[in-house]
């Protein structure tokens, strides 16, 4: 008979109230996973990060941090995750949204998928899926007007035949490869309307990409000016245009000439230069990312779609499956990692369980 020892039982809410102790001796979101108080309860880093997640389902976490303290509100299901950076009125504050949540293969995920011609078919083959996952869009509260990034997912996406309007092939390979949890409530709209915005209070809406759970929710915005690179418009990677509202025309932009750290190319959005689009292909062959500079802070935010799928995938190195283009996507993480070495920045991609925890914490990049 083999024996081990066994975690101690810890209820979600109580992993949440220490989590916020742990915080305020290891701010880093990375570190603090890895804190050694967890040993105490005898979880390992994967069994930290899965409570990460169920606090972060069971909408545990909502932090007010114009003093850095915590404050823990069990919410209700009506009720959206509120994560604010700043409580300045005329610097832009940052809200993270969770727009429902999605399963993904683990080879979509992973280097297990790839690369080489073959990670297409080890992602199809592959019979596992990854534990939940937050679908993130970004409000930035902006004196020039509010921004969002990225739309999410809409409920709709729960109907069995949601995916039929775009052809029987692509309908069958979103249903292999995805499983979403999305509410009516969870929805952009209803998450506008619990930050007290309504859609027509967004000026811009800036697409990282145009996969289905990043651009799902433009229905209720019609009214926004919709920001999408050119390139992605034009050669897109696994689009499903047919789902797309009948009015989506957005505004088109070209990267222009700038001399940023690692990059050498951007789009700026703000007349004052602190909101830009950044190139980061991989992903889709022209994904792109959106760069808050927040100069009152003193520290950058990188809202990075699905340029990696998490804090660790760029530490690391490692490249997902789902990647369509591995060569350029290497090149990508090496210029967030140059802008990061040389700027204090905060990493918050679209797909990451601590995504949230990392804003509230001002949890920047460290090598």
Known sequence: MRKHLAPVFLPVEAFAYVAFYVRDFQPSGDKLLKDDEWRLFLL??????????????????????????????????????????????????????????????????????????????????????????????????????????????????????????????????????????????????????????TPRSIRWVILTHLHVDHCDGLRYLPNSEVLVNEMEWRHPSFSLPQLYPSWFKPTLFQFNEDHLDGFDRAYRVTTDGDVLVLPTPGHTYHHASVLLRHRSEGICYLFAGDA????????????????????????????????????????????????????????????
């Open 44 to 197: 390992s880093t994967a069994q930290v990060e899965r409570l990460f997640l169920e606090a972060h389902q069971a909408r545990l976490f909502n932090m007010r941090l114009s003093r850095m303290l915590p404050l823990v509100i069990v919410h209700g299901r009506n009720h959206s995750p509120e994560f604010t950076t700043s409580s300045h009125a005329a610097a832009p504050r940052i809200h993270a949204i969770q727009t429902g949540m999605v399963r993904v293969k683990n080879a979509f995920r992973t280097r297990q998928g790839g690369p080489g011609p073959l990670s297409r078919l080890r992602i199809l083959l592959d019979s596992t899926f990854t534990p939940w996952l937050p679908i993130w869009a970004w409000l930035i509260e902006h004196p020039e007007g509010d921004i969002l990034i990225d739309t999410g997912e809409r409920a709709a996406v729960m109907q069995r035949h949601y995916f039929r309007a775009a052809g029987w092939s692509s309908a069958w390979l979103y249903r292999r490869l995805f499983q979403f949890h999305v509410e009516d409530k969870d929805e952009i709209g209803s998450q506008l309307a619990a930050l007290n915005r």
């Open 308 to 367: 990696v799928y998490d804090q660790d995938q760029l530490l690391t190195g490692e490249q997902a499956g789902a990647h369509v283009d591995y060569g350029h996507s290497v090149m990508t993480y090496k210029a967030i990692k140059t802008y990061a070495e040389r700027n204090p920045t905060v990493l918050l991609p679209s797909h990451d369980p601590l995504s949230g925890l990392r804003l509230s914490t001002r949890g920047v990049l460290s090598f």
